[in-house]
C-alpha cells in the first residue's frame, strides 16, 4: 500500500519530486492506488466490533459486510457507555461522523472507495488541528479555536476513509500537566483514567488516546511523542504504538510542529491495539508535505520481508537510572528469550554510559532556557492561566548561557552518534522496558515523583531520533495492569521493529480487553 509520497516517487522524476511538482496528479494516483488495494489479510481472531483490529475492521468494511454506518454507530456507544468515567474523549463531532459515514456508504453501494481505512472511525488527540472541530491544545487561549484546515496527518487518513469521531486528552501544549497529577490532565478537561483501573494513570502525553483505543471507543488514534507520549500510553493502557523514524512523518497542524532546537524530538505515529494496524497507518500518514521542512522522503520499508533469523537482537531490562520493578524487568527479559532460536542470536547488552550522557544532553538541552519556549507558546494563543505544573518549575528554573546549551547540543550529537555505532556494529533491534513500572496511581502523593525524570527509558529514543514500537508483553504481578515492551531499531528500519513486535504479540497475546 504506498502513501502519497510513495506513488509521487514513482510517478515523478527525482528533480521534479524535490521541487514538490505532480502533487495533484500523484495525489490522484495515490488514491486510485489505495482505492483498487487488495483488503489487507488480518491475523485478529476478534470478532466484536469495536474490538477487532483496524485492519480486520477495513476488511469487513470493503467486503460489505459492515457498513460505515453500522462501525460509526458501534463506536459512538461504546464511548458513550466509558467515556465519562475515563474523560478520554474531551470533544466530540458525532452529527459531522454520522454524515460522512452515510455519504461513504452511498459510494460504496455504487463499488466506490475512498481508501483503504474507507469508515473506519477513529479518533484524534486534540494538539492536532481538526478542520471545523474545536481543537484546544488543552490550552485556555484556545478554549473555542476552531483550525480552518486539517493537520497533514489528519487529512491523510481523512482522505484515506478514516471518520473522525473526536478529540482526546492531553496535557496543555502536550507538555505541562497539573501539579500532583500523574496522568493526561489540563485545567480545560481535567484528568483521563485508565481503562484497566480508573485509579491508574494513562501516562501521556497521548494519554486520552491511548486510554480510549485500549477501552474499545476508536479503531485508532493518532498522538504525538516529544519525549515518550505515544510509548508511555501505549505501555500504560496496553496497545501498540509507534515512533517512526525522526522527520518520516510532517508534523505541519500540530500544536507543537517543526523547527527550532526540539526539531528532531517530535515524531507523530498512531495508536492501535494490534501491531499490524501501525504497518497499515504509517505509510500513510508519512512523507513530506511541503511545510515541514525537514521532512524526508524515504521509502517505507515492508515488514514482511524481514528475515527474523538473521537479526541480532540485545535486550536490557533495566537501565540502571529508573527505579524499575521485577515485573517490569521479568516482562522484558521473557520478550527476550521468546526471540532465542527464531533470530541469530539474543544478548543482554546495556550502553549505560551512552545512556546516562544522552539524557543528561536531552535535560540540559530541554532546560536550557528555563522553558521560556513554553510561555511563548502561551503568548502565542493568548494563555494568561496555563500549566500551574509548569508555572511552578519556571519559578525555580534559571535559562543557561549560549556556550552552555551549545555544548549539550554538541553533547547529544556526540551521544547519539555513538549510540548508533553501538547497535549497528553488533545488533539489528535493541528490547527495552518503556518506564520503570506499570500504571501508577493518578493522585501523586506530595514528594513521590520519581527523581529520574521521565525521559529515562523513552526521551534516549527521541534524541537519537530511531524508531521505536512498544507492544504489550506481559501484566502486572496480579494480572490487571498492562506492561509493554519497547523494540528499537536504527533510523528507517520500521520495519524490523513491526516484525519483531507482531512475533511479540504472538507469543504474548498483546492487547486485553480492560475491564471497564
Request: with cysteine; charged share 20%.
Amino acid at each position: 500500500m504506498k502513501s502519497v509520497l510513495q506513488q509521487l516517487a514513482l510517478d515523478s522524476s527525482r528533480r521534479d519530486f524535490l521541487q514538490g511538482r505532480n502533487l495533484v496528479s500523484a495525489a490522484a494516483a495515490a488514491a486510485a492506488t489505495w482505492a483498487s488495494t487488495p483488503v489487507r489479510a488480518s491475523s485478529d481472531s476478534s470478532d466484536e466490533l469495536i474490538f477487532m483490529s483496524t485492519t480486520k475492521l477495513a476488511g469487513l468494511l470493503r467486503a460489505k459486510k459492515v457498513s460505515a454506518a453500522e462501525a460509526v454507530e458501534a463506536y459512538i456507544a461504546r464511548q458513550l457507555a466509558v467515556n465519562d468515567e475515563m474523560n478520554a474523549v474531551v470533544m466530540n463531532c458525532y452529527a459531522r461522523a454520522r454524515k460522512e459515514a452515510k455519504a461513504l456508504d452511498e459510494k460504496a453501494s455504487r463499488g466506490e472507495w475512498v481508501g483503504p481505512l474507507h469508515g473506519v472511525p477513529i479518533t484524534l488527540k486534540d494538539s492536532l488541528d481538526t478542520e471545523g472541530v474545536i481543537t484546544t491544545g488543552a490550552t485556555y487561549g484556545r478554549e473555542q479555536y476552531i483550525p480552518k484546515k486539517d493537520a497533514t496527518v489528519v487529512a491523510r487518513v481523512r482522505k484515506a476513509g478514516a471518520i473522525v469521531l473526536g478529540k482526546t486528552n492531553t496535557p496543555e501544549f502536550t507538555l505541562g500537566g497539573l501539579a500532583g497529577i500523574n496522568a493526561a490532565s489540563n485545567l480545560l478537561y481535567g484528568s483521563s483514567h485508565n481503562p484497566y483501573d480508573l485509579t491508574r494513570s494513562t501516562s501521556g502525553s497521548s494519554g486520552g488516546a491511548g486510554a480510549i483505543v485500549a477501552a474499545g471507543g476508536a479503531s485508532f488514534d493518532i498522538g504525538s511523542d516529544w519525549g515518550g507520549s505515544i510509548r508511555g500510553p501505549a505501555h500504560n493502557n496496553g496497545i501498540a504504538g509507534i515512533k517512526p523514524t525522526s522527520v518520516r512523518v510532517p508534523r505541519t497542524g500540530h500544536i507543537v510542529d517543526y523547527g527550532g532546537i526540539f526539531d528532531l524530538w517530535q515524531q507523530i505515529g498512531p495508536l492501535c491495539r494490534r501491531v499490524e494496524d501501525l504497518g497499515l497507518i504509517t505509510p500513510i500518514i508519512a512523507g513530506p508535505d511541503f511545510h515541514d521542512a525537514s521532512c524526508a522522503p524515504v521509502p517505507w520499508p515492508n515488514p514482511a520481508a524481514v528475515d527474523l533469523k538473521k537479526l541480532r537482537v540485545a535486550f536490557f531490562a533495566d537501565n540502571g537510572v529508573a527505579e524499575t520493578d521485577e515485573d517490569t524487568k521479568k516482562t522484558v527479559s521473557e520478550a527476550a528469550k521468546w526471540l532465542e532460536g527464531v533470530t541469530a542470536s539474543v544478548k543482554q547488552d546495556l550502553p549505560k554510559a551512552i545512556l546516562e550522557d544522552l539524557y543528561d544532553a536531552r535535560t540540559k538541552v530541554t532546560n536550557g532556557d528555563a522553558w521560556a519556549f513554553y510561555k511563548r507558546m502561551a503568548e502565542k494563543w493568548g494563555t494568561k492561566n496555563f500549566s500551574p505544573a509548569v508555572a511552578e518549575r519556571m519559578k525555580t528554573m534559571q535559562p543557561v548561557s549560549t556556550g552552555e546549551l551549545i555544548e549539550s547540543w554538541d553533547k547529544a550529537d556526540a551521544a547519539k552518534s555513538r549510540m548508533l555505532h553501538w547497535l549497528t556494529s553488533s545488533y539489528d533491534v535493541l528490547l527495552c522496558p518503556v518506564a520503570g513500572k506499570p500504571a501508577e496511581i493518578i493522585d501523586r502523593p506530595p514528594g513521590s515523583a520519581p527523581a529520574y525524570g521521565p525521559w529515562s527509558y523513552t526521551g534516549v529514543f527521541n534524541s537519537t531520533g530511531w524508531p521505536v514500537v512498544v507492544v504489550r508483553c506481559g501484566s502486572s504481578a496480579d494480572g490487571k495492569l498492562p506492561i509493554g515492551v519497547q523494540v528499537v531499531a536504527a533510523p528507517w528500519r520500521e520495519d524490523i521493529c513491526l516484525a519483531v513486535a507482531s512475533y511479540l504479540e504472538s507469543k504474548s497475546g498483546g492487547w486485553k480487553r480492560p475491564p471497564i
